[in-house]
């Protein structure tokens, strides 16, 4: 019997769109569904759930679940990541609390950023162990990456875990939706090409019927911005440098130095920018999780629809050979020759028995490579902080990064990072 391990799998709403549609996919039939989490009571609620989605769509697939991970990944075909190390709380407190005191707002800090940075550090070593496990059990297997950072976790399991890794981020998908419904323009016959990297990949082309639909986006994005709205980071970079993002204006705003500044307060106003949107979220998730609970679990026949999430369309084009597109974070072996070939990028990628190949992208125009690079230069230099166990890679890090570097002195980055080394304790040992 083939195998598709779940790592993460407390992330219960997660896995029921993700492994609730391998179980609709008759190409997957017969697979063990391994899963896997250290927090056994979600563990066990996910295995709940996914039996009563069995048993109502008569999936063959069989659930089982695991306490030792490395049992989890032996055998295993493809292995599915969605862990978060350290939590809300204390983690994702300590880098939203901390760089405030020095005067540094974020609004999510889970890519890039300080927080992005120090996320990288505590969840690096967790996914190098998952690659020694794997090396050992199942060296073959096709690792599909949902945890962030992406970029820097996707690199780190290619350069240093040794396992076939491809990282999959929902904003290349809500794209084209995401804009086109926004500027009420209709998504129907439309041919697109998205490269760059992850959270900051850039639409390059976007057509129908062979005509270029940027002018008329760029119009009604112009008037769009004469009114406040919720994507007008957005918008206006791509007024400004001429392409439109992938990733939310919320994102954006803090991995460019441009929205969220001390000396310049009416741009949080002006933008519409959510300082601290992640930790509410957070809490609402966390208080929301009960009432959803007893929505998901308040029927023995739970229902479920396939989703568009990539992983169960990936794996069934490998079993079936049958082409299948994707957008997808990968290593740039000359994919987008004017990036770093150190760096992890996102590009359209063919999948099929052959397993997930990535396209020639091309030089991106000038502007948006170097955007690319800022974020790539504390990419890097952070994944160079996790190998070495150079506490100074880490200062290089976030004096390199373009909203950190913008608001503090060299003193104070120094000063922060050493007060966030200190305040995640265990969680970051080797630097202490």
């Given at each position: 019997?083939?195998?598709?391990?779940?790592?993460?799998?407390?992330?219960?709403?997660?896995?029921?769109?993700?492994?609730?549609?391998?179980?609709?996919?008759?190409?997957?039939?017969?697979?063990?569904?391994?899963?896997?989490?250290?927090?056994?009571?979600?563990?066990?609620?996910?295995?709940?759930?996914?039996?009563?989605?069995?048993?109502?769509?008569?999936?063959?697939?069989?659930?089982?679940?695991?306490?030792?991970?490395?049992?989890?990944?032996?055998?295993?075909?493809?292995?599915?990541?969605?862990?978060?190390?350290?939590?809300?709380?204390?983690?994702?407190?300590?880098?939203?609390?901390?760089?405030?005191?020095?005067?540094?707002?974020?609004?999510?800090?889970?890519?890039?950023?300080?927080?992005?940075?120090?996320?990288?550090?505590?969840?690096?070593?967790?996914?190098?162990?998952?690659?020694?496990?794997?090396?050992?059990?199942?060296?073959?297997?096709?690792?599909?990456?949902?945890?962030?950072?992406?970029?820097?976790?996707?690199?780190?399991?290619?350069?240093?875990?040794?396992?076939?890794?491809?990282?999959?981020?929902?904003?290349?998908?809500?794209?084209?939706?995401?804009?086109?419904?926004?500027?009420?323009?209709?998504?129907?016959?439309?041919?697109?090409?998205?490269?760059?990297?992850?959270?900051?990949?850039?639409?390059?082309?976007?057509?129908?019927?062979?005509?270029?639909?940027?002018?008329?986006?760029?119009?009604?994005?112009?008037?769009?911005?004469?009114?406040?709205h919720d994507d007008m980071v957005r918008f206006e970079l791509m007024l400004r440098f001429?392409?439109?993002?992938?990733?939310?204006?919320?994102h954006n705003a803090e991995y460019h130095p441009y929205f969220i500044k001390r000396q310049?307060?009416?741009?949080?106003?002006?933008?519409?920018?959510?300082?601290?949107?992640?930790?509410?979220?957070?809490?609402?998730?966390?208080?929301?999780?009960?009432?959803?609970?007893?929505?998901?679990?308040?029927?023995?026949?739970?229902?479920?629809?396939?989703?568009?999430?990539?992983?169960?369309?990936?794996?069934?084009?490998?079993?079936?050979?049958?082409?299948?597109?994707?957008?997808?974070?990968?290593?740039?072996?000359?994919?987008?020759?004017?990036?770093?070939?150190?760096?992890?990028?996102?590009?359209?990628?063919?999948?099929?028995?052959?397993?997930?190949?990535?396209?020639?992208?091309?030089?991106?125009?000038?502007?948006?490579?170097?955007?690319?690079?800022?974020?790539?230069?504390?990419?890097?230099?952070?994944?160079?902080?996790?190998?070495?166990?150079?506490?100074?890679?880490?200062?290089h890090a976030a004096m390199l990064d373009p909203h950190t570097s913008a608001e503090l002195?060299?003193?104070?980055?120094?000063?922060?990072?050493?007060?966030?080394?200190?305040?995640?304790?265990?969680?970051?040992?080797?630097?202490?």
């Amino acid at each position: 019997m083939s195998k598709i391990t779940f790592i993460g799998a407390g992330s219960t709403v997660f896995v029921k769109n993700v492994l609730g549609d391998v179980m609709l996919t008759p190409a997957l039939q017969g697979f063990e569904l391994a899963l896997y989490d250290i927090d056994v009571n979600r563990l066990q609620e996910s295995e709940n759930l996914l039996t009563s989605i069995k048993n109502t769509v008569g999936s063959t697939c069989n659930i089982v679940t695991y306490t030792d991970r490395k049992e989890a990944l032996r055998g295993a075909k493809y292995v599915i990541n969605a862990i978060q190390v350290g939590g809300y709380d204390p983690c994702t407190i300590t880098d939203f609390d901390i760089p405030t005191k020095y005067g540094l707002r974020q609004t999510i800090a889970d890519t890039l950023g300080i927080g992005g940075i120090f996320r990288n550090l505590r969840t690096i070593p967790v996914m190098l162990e998952f690659a020694q496990d794997m090396r050992e059990v199942c060296p073959d297997a096709l690792f599909l990456n949902y945890t962030n950072p992406m970029a820097v976790l996707t690199n780190v399991m290619n350069t240093y875990g040794g396992i076939q890794t491809v990282g999959l981020c929902h904003s290349v998908q809500q794209c084209i939706p995401n804009l086109f419904d926004a500027l009420g323009i209709d998504k129907t016959g439309i041919q697109a090409k998205i490269a760059g990297i992850n959270h900051m990949a850039w639409l390059l082309e976007v057509t129908r019927d062979g005509v270029d639909l940027y002018p008329e986006i760029k119009r009604l994005a112009a008037e769009k911005q004469k009114t406040k709205h919720d994507d007008m980071v957005r918008f206006e970079l791509m007024l400004r440098f001429g392409y439109y993002v992938t990733e939310s204006s919320e994102h954006n705003a803090e991995y460019h130095p441009y929205f969220i500044k001390r000396q310049y307060p009416e741009l949080i106003e002006k933008f519409n920018i959510p300082l601290d949107e992640y930790p509410r979220r957070c809490v609402e998730q966390i208080k929301g999780w009960n009432d959803m609970k007893e929505q998901l679990f308040a029927s023995e026949h739970i229902q479920h629809t396939r989703s568009l999430e990539y992983a169960s369309y990936i794996l069934e084009a490998i079993e079936t050979n049958t082409p299948y597109k994707i957008g997808a974070n990968v290593m740039n072996t000359g994919l987008i020759p004017n990036l770093p070939t150190e760096a992890c990028v996102e590009v359209p990628c063919l999948v099929d028995a052959s397993g997930v190949t990535p396209t020639y992208a091309g030089h991106l125009p000038p502007q948006l490579a170097a955007l690319n690079r800022t974020s790539i230069n504390t990419q890097l230099l952070t994944i160079e902080a996790a190998i070495t166990g150079k506490r100074e890679h880490i200062y290089h890090a976030a004096m390199l990064d373009p909203h950190t570097s913008a608001e503090l002195s060299i003193d104070d980055i120094v000063a922060l990072c050493d007060e966030l080394i200190e305040a995640h304790g265990d969680w970051l040992p080797q630097y202490s």
